[in-house]
């Protein structure tokens, strides 16, 4: 079922602002290891993606904006940590998700920050996030890896979760890094990266809100092309 932009931003709006509780909700919650930055995220993201599809009466995509996940989480603590790095510039989040990447470099000081997603319900959640956290980040719809971008930054949180899309997103990124972009990765090591090629910036013991997932901390990368 293919959900228009505004439709997406109306329902999601509509659940955060809904009375109850239960794992089937969107609640507002600090990220956990980026506690400057509030999301809304599922209780329990399959349960709510279950809900949302009966609702639908047909298939939704995934709810990966749902959950805080671990390689962007590293990503958007080293923005902060580091916001001389954004400062300033034009960037790029790649497969935002939530927009907590997003939202980080924003508060970094970022001069112009878009966040991208194929999902309309991402892009939907970039925009409830980003209002919450009182930043200015555009939401932009669409598949760019067959592009030529020109950003500051490229921000990339995550986003090697199989080989298929890592075998798009690596070769992007390293196209973006040729033009002159500063390109940084978060991985949690899903096993899809290449032991050449890149290098660590710095190691998080990060947690987790993904579904189905021990929310114990794992070591997560930032890298940058080599």
Do not use: C, K
């Amino acid at each position: 079922m293919v959900v228009a932009a505004a439709a997406a931003l109306t329902e999601l709006e509509q659940e955060i602002t809904a009375p109850g509780e239960g794992l089937d909700r969107l609640r507002l919650v600090e990220t956990p290891f980026v506690p400057e930055v509030r999301l809304h995220l599922a209780e329990d993201a399959i349960v709510w993606w279950a809900r949302m599809e009966a609702a639908a009466g047909g298939p939704l995509p995934a709810p990966y904006w749902a959950s805080a996940w671990a390689g962007g989480q590293a990503l958007a603590r080293y923005l902060l940590d580091h916001p001389d790095l954004a400062r300033g510039r034009r960037v790029l989040d790649l497969a935002t998700g939530s927009g907590l990447v997003a939202i980080a470099a924003a508060l970094a000081g970022a001069r112009q920050v878009v966040a991208n997603d194929i999902d309309p319900y991402a892009a939907a959640a970039v925009t409830v996030n980003a209002r919450v956290n009182r930043v200015d980040v555009a939401a932009q719809l669409g598949d760019l890896l067959d592009a030529d971008i020109q950003v500051d930054l490229l921000l990339a949180g995550d986003v090697l979760y199989d080989g298929d899309m890592a075998g798009r997103v690596l070769p992007f990124l390293r196209r973006a890094a040729a033009g002159g972009a500063q390109v940084l990765l978060g991985d949690p090591g899903r096993g899809h990266l290449s032991a050449t090629g890149w290098e660590t910036v710095v190691s998080y013991p990060v947690p987790t809100t993904e579904p189905s997932v021990d929310p114990a901390p794992r070591p997560v990368r930032v890298l940058r092309p080599a």
